[in-house]
């Protein structure tokens, strides 16, 4: 029996240690390798493609793939994809992060943070599989002062002439083509070509590629992107989705001549002859270059972009080849780029900014304000009940002993009504506060970014779907980059996607706890400002009339850092406009507050009036690509398609609508153009850097090298009218830390000046380009530590010609 009860023993053990070696051997056995960005390289802040590898060495696999994606501090999500993988397979799958960011900088140089999961079963219920290869997702990263040029050719050298070529503002420049990414990886939404500035196309088959993959691209010029095509006898056939957007129609061959070329691109690089073709301007396009009546390059506005097209082949010889090519590709860059598209802030993205600006004054409800006065007087009557009322009633009734009870028992009544009326708001349901603020673009869309925060009345969670157009991220208020937590953003916030569009789940909302998702969106017609607008002798009128489908409230013309208000406009109505500026046109827009440095709310009398002014700081400061005023207003319609499943919630609704104004201009008798009637940038000459602003609303900067050139453009209602320019003057030189010249466009030499004041009063038209350009240089006496001073200002004073 011994003998018997010992093989028994035996085989209990064996199997006791065999069985949990049959299991490790019949589970899933993963590898992930991973490749992010276009070419390996992204940029902060932007959307980037990410291709992922799992190979399967064990057995069957059916779960998700949960890639945590940080966009800031307290901003990002998982996202989590279904996988399924036989034993022996290898699965690739491909995917758009919409902000990549820069994890060893964000996280003091955690490299190793992980922030790839594999769930077998599901990432709700499912068990995570630890797997082999990559854990987190790494690229080259890079900041929005690199500029990043995608070429579309079938051989890269034929745009050669782009390695050399400079763009205003650009530490560097990285040119990538895309036949290294492979067509296969090519991405199908817009922002996995966020990285990209701009996109040539060198007699390229675009309507080759998938419908998705050219949405892809048309999505990613109206997000703000620029695609140059060059001329080809094939080119409507060749561009696919942009054949309708083309801003020219080329003809019959022809040749350009070389020497237009030079003196666009301001070289002698073009000589001999350059094939090119005869062009008709196509409706709604503008011109940037003519030779003699022919267009030669010519753009089309997309939504934020533009669509960039040449009467010549940028590809083919002998062009392609010529000396001058770098000079006009940096001509045309610089004619048709953005110096920084992100406003005030080009290390900050509006994705961002929007949470720490809109989304701070968002999640702020009218529930959390309690009466002060109120709550004051219950405790005064409860003091006054409790102390000589109870006490004169009992002692009458003599039933003082009954005060051990009574006392507490309206305290505790007390203390019911107290938080009854403090949480009557927060008990019912669910409170949704939404602000959106959106541009209303010339093809009658509807783009711009939302915050949608929710004040819950239980704990759990909650789920948000959004439609293809409109990205969905989270806001995660008690995120701790410098914890291990940081490593589980999915148990917080996940992202899945479809055909559809995407689901985002918050998870473990506590109870009257706030919540926030945002994001981008794109919206198609809903209607738009009818404006007609003209300024004379400093006298605004016109109308401006709601082409919307609803009301709008606060209506204001924004000039400047003024708003001109026109009142409450319901749908169809149309306000006259009567007002006397202090201008001779209205000005450019300009942000009337610093997001940065705004008080923090101290109360909460008027939130909707803080919600206003954050969306109106956020418009300024992201969303101002135009040097035009606009007509602003407000809805309480929620236009953003974001729903929230499964829940009734209150909603509270804002959105802005921000249009372009043109306006006409009527000039009699004399004027002055202020310097703030005119937009200006200052560039380096050498690196072509911007200085740095030393303050909001200052004209202090800190200029870290020795020659800049300042550049001040006419307003657009100024230009090409039958005007005498009487006096040019520049004031507030500092004589001591710089000298100043100004060039005169018709010699083509810098006139220096020899005071504090320049002052020109003859021949003054030949200081001004013909695109109302007036470019002053600016040379520091000391250029060894850098400087810190005030730029010079610009006033010019004209008459109508008779």
């Given at each position: 029996m011994w003998k018997k009860f010992a093989v028994m023993l035996v085989l209990f053990v064996g199997m006791i240690v065999f069985i949990p070696a049959v299991n490790a051997l019949a589970a899933p056995d993963l590898k992930v390798s991973v490749t992010a960005g276009i070419d390996g390289k992204a940029k902060e802040g932007k959307g980037a493609p990410v291709v992922i590898v799992i190979e399967n060495s064990g057995t069957a696999f059916s779960g998700d793939l949960v890639i945590d994606v940080p966009s800031y501090f307290t901003t990002g999500s998982g996202e989590a994809i279904p996988v399924d993988i036989g034993a022996g397979e290898t699965k690739t799958i491909s995917l758009v992060i919409p902000n990549m960011t820069d994890m060893n900088n964000m996280y003091g140089g955690m490299s190793n943070t992980k922030t790839i999961y594999l769930y077998e079963g599901g990432w709700e219920k499912g068990k995570e599989v630890v797997h082999k290869g990559a854990q987190t997702l790494t690229t080259t990263m890079f900041y929005d002062d690199s500029k990043f040029i995608v070429t579309f050719t079938d051989n890269p050298d034929r745009l050669g002439a782009l390695k050399t070529s400079r763009i205003l503002n650009a530490s560097t420049s990285q040119i990538i083509s895309a036949s290294k990414m492979g067509e296969p990886n090519?991405?199908?939404?817009?922002?996995?070509?966020?990285?990209?500035?701009?996109?040539?196309?060198?007699?390229?088959?675009?309507?080759?590629l998938s419908e998705k993959k050219q949405n892809a691209l048309i999505g990613w010029v109206r997000s703000g992107g620029i695609l140059v095509i060059g001329g080809s006898d094939n080119v409507k056939a060749e561009t696919g989705v942009f054949s309708d957007h083309l801003p020219l129609t080329l003809k019959a061959s022809s040749e350009a001549n070389p020497e237009v070329l030079n003196k666009w691109a301001g070289t002698k690089g073009f000589e001999g002859t350059i094939p090119s073709y005869l062009t008709a301007l196509n409706p709604g396009a503008s011109s940037l270059l003519e030779d003699e009546g022919n267009v030669l390059v010519a753009?089309?506005?997309?939504?934020?972009?533009?669509?960039?097209?040449?009467?010549?082949?940028?590809?083919d010889d002998p062009i392609a080849k010529m000396v001058g090519m770098p000079a006009f590709w940096g001509t045309l860059f610089d004619a048709t780029g953005h110096s920084n598209q992100w406003g005030q802030n080009p290390y900050d993205s509006p994705n961002n900014a929007i949470v720490h600006t809109v989304a701070s004054t968002n999640e702020l409800f009218p529930s959390f304000k309690v009466s002060t006065p109120l709550i004051f007087g219950i405790i005064i009557f409860y003091i006054i009940l409790i102390i000589p009322v109870l006490y004169f009633i009992l002692k009458r009734k003599d039933k003082r002993e009954y005060a051990w009870w009574i006392i507490p028992s309206i305290a505790i009544l007390a203390s019911i009504a107290i938080f009854a009326y403090g949480a009557k708001d927060r008990i019912g349901r669910a409170q949704i506060q939404h602000s959106a603020i959106l541009n209303v673009e010339q093809d009658g869309s509807l783009t711009g970014y939302y915050v949608e925060s929710i004040l819950t009345n239980k704990a759990g969670n909650f789920t948000f779907t959004a439609p293809v157009e409109t990205t969905l991220g989270a806001s995660l208020p008690n995120n701790d980059p410098f914890r291990s937590s940081q490593a589980t953003i999915h148990k917080q916030a996940i992202v899945e996607k479809d055909a559809a569009g995407t689901t985002m789940h918050l998870r473990n909302i506590g109870y009257w706890n706030v919540g926030t998702v945002y994001g981008e969106t794109r919206i198609e017609k809903q209607g738009n400002y009818e404006i007609q607008l003209n300024v004379t002798d400093k006298k605004l009128t016109g109308s401006v009339t709601n082409g919307f489908p609803f009301a709008l409230k606060d209506v204001s013309i924004w000039s400047g850092t003024k708003l001109i208000p026109i009142g409450d406009l319901g749908p169809g109505e149309t306000a006259q406009v009567d007002e006397t500026l202090k201008t001779s046109t209205l000005l450019p827009r300009k942000s009337m507050f610093n997001s940065y440095m705004n008080p923090a709310p101290v109360n909460m009398d008027d939130l909707t009036k803080m919600r206003k002014d954050s969306v109106l700081s956020f418009a300024g400061d992201y969303m101002n690509k135009t040097s035009s005023p606009a007509v602003i207003g407000y809805t309480d319609t929620q236009i953003v398609p974001i729903e929230l499943l499964k829940v009734k919630p209150s909603v509270s609704a804002l959105t802005m609508l921000v249009q372009t104004a043109m306006v006409d201009v009527t000039l009699t008798d004399v004027f002055t153009v202020e310097p703030e009637m005119m937009e200006m940038s200052m560039l380096s000459e050498d690196g072509q850097f911007q200085p740095d602003s030393q303050g909001y609303g200052t004209d202090e900067y800190?200029?870290?090298?020795?020659?800049?050139?300042?550049?001040?453009?006419?307003?657009?209602?100024?230009?090409?009218?039958?005007?005498?320019?009487?006096?040019?003057?520049?004031?507030?030189?500092?004589?001591?830390?710089?000298?100043?010249?100004?060039?005169?466009?018709?010699?083509?030499?810098?006139?220096?000046?020899?005071?504090?004041?320049?002052?020109?009063?003859?021949?003054?038209?030949?200081?001004?380009?013909?695109?109302?350009?007036?470019?002053?240089?600016?040379?520091?006496?000391?250029?060894?530590?850098?400087?810190?001073?005030?730029?010079?200002?610009?006033?010019?004073?004209?008459?109508?010609?008779?």
């Open positions: 090519f991405p199908e939404e817009a922002a996995g070509w966020g990285a990209a500035d701009f996109i040539i196309i060198d007699e390229y088959p675009l309507a080759d753009y089309s506005k997309l939504g934020q972009g533009q669509i960039v097209q040449t009467a010549f082949s940028v590809g800190y200029f870290n090298e020795a020659v800049y050139n300042q550049t001040w453009q006419l307003p657009a209602g100024l230009i090409g009218k039958n005007m005498k320019w009487t006096s040019l003057e520049l004031s507030k030189i500092q004589k001591k830390l710089y000298d100043v010249s100004i060039l005169n466009v018709r010699s083509g030499q810098y006139e220096q000046s020899e005071s504090g004041k320049l002052v020109k009063t003859e021949n003054v038209n030949d200081y001004i380009t013909p695109d109302g350009k007036v470019v002053v240089r600016i040379i520091f006496h000391d250029e060894k530590n850098g400087n810190q001073g005030r730029a010079p200002m610009l006033k010019l004073n004209g008459e109508v010609s008779q």
